[in-house]
């Protein structure tokens, strides 16, 4: 089983960057983060869960890890910290056995402080505050020209609440088409609920994905499912 990704596009002094988290699998079980720029992979993030799997640990263990690494990135970047996500060619194992890869470029003064305690910072700021937590609400399918349900529910991290009047759009993005198609949006209900029915574009000669993106007063958060034919 493979869990659907993240992904999200932030504007960054005048640079749009897009990152990616996906699940790589129970047989080859990474979570692994991308950042892109103008089509150049900037930065990379990968962290094992070869233990989870040993373990049968449920699947919404390792939902919580790609959750905590893209945001975690995400809100870097977003904090002007890109020139610690480039600052080394290296890898290396951190303490959470988590692996990472910086491109090459010059060295940071020592007196910056590093990605990871960036991020570690911003795990410490964040213990304790909700967050919108983006589900689906039942199985999806979605193959290229044809129609196809939608049916998400938006949370609150905290409680596992509904929430009500989040802002949801439904895209279509492939790697044959630069720009993305809106094939729906609106607001959850009362149950935090949102359900439309889309139809697919057609067959492009690209990969595909149909991305569920929500924005609310506690954030962002995004799924994404492959279109298939």
Do not use: C, W
């Amino acid at each position: 089983m493979v869990l659907t990704g993240y992904n999200t596009d932030i504007d960054h002094a005048g640079t749009v960057y897009h990152v990616q988290t996906e699940d790589k699998g129970r047989s080859n079980p990474f979570v692994e983060s991308l950042v892109y720029a103008s089509g150049e992979i900037l930065y990379s993030r990968r962290t094992p869960y070869h233990d989870l799997v040993e373990r049968g640990v449920e699947p919404q263990a390792v939902a919580a890890i790609m959750e905590r690494q893209h945001r975690s990135i995400v809100d870097a970047i977003g904090a002007g910290r890109l020139h610690q996500l480039m600052s080394r060619d290296e890898e290396v194992a951190s303490e959470d056995d988590t692996t990472i890869v910086r491109p090459r470029h010059a060295a940071a003064p020592a007196s910056e402080i590093s990605l990871d305690q960036v991020i570690v910072d911003y795990l410490q700021a964040q213990r304790g505050r909700a967050h919108l937590v983006l589900q689906a609400a039942r199985d999806h399918d979605f193959a290229y020209g044809a129609r196809a349900r939608v049916a998400i529910v938006a949370l609150e991290s905290q409680s596992s609440a509904p929430m009500v009047g989040v802002e949801i759009s439904v895209l279509f993005k492939s790697t044959a088409e630069p720009h993305r198609v809106l094939l729906a949006k609106g607001v959850t209900g009362q149950d935090g609920q949102f359900r439309d029915e889309v139809v697919v574009p057609a067959y492009n000669g690209g990969t595909s994905a149909i991305v569920v993106s929500a924005r609310s007063e506690l954030g962002l958060s995004e799924i994404k499912h492959l279109v298939h034919r």
